[in-house]
């Protein structure tokens, strides 16, 4: 148990409260929890990237512009150029409407060349 020193006269009968205030504030840090980069503290700060090279990835394979990708999965045509460029941190749900519409658009894409592959199959065979 630490023991709190109340403020000190100085020399010229004044209180010195700033001895009292620095050991508040030594005190209150310490007690606090360790300060850890913001990607450890916070899981949002690399996210903002990782879903700007995934939304890159996914317009890219199914052929539709980034803005048009962001305004179907959030409403917001800037938000791959705010997440990429401006350094927004979207929060959890937002986090994952994006990768539900990822996944989404993946499924169809898959679909579609399952669906090709087949009738190049069925037109090779006649």
Known sequence: MSVIAS?????????DTSVALRRFLDRRT??????LPPAQNDDRAPC???????????CELVGI????????????????????FCG?????????????HINTLAIEHSKRCRAKVAMAQLAGGR
């Open 30 to 35: 310490s007690a606090a929890a360790p300060a």
């Open 48 to 58: 903002g990237l990782w879903l700007a090279k995934d939304i890159e990835k996914i």
């Open 88 to 100: 927004r941190r979207p929060g959890h749900d937002t986090r994952v409407r994006v990768l539900m």
């Open 7 to 15: 403020p000190r006269p100085n020399v010229s009968g004044a209180i």
């Open 65 to 84: 512009a980034r803005t048009r990708f962001c305004r179907d999965a959030v409403g917001d045509p800037r938000f791959y150029h705010d997440i990429k």
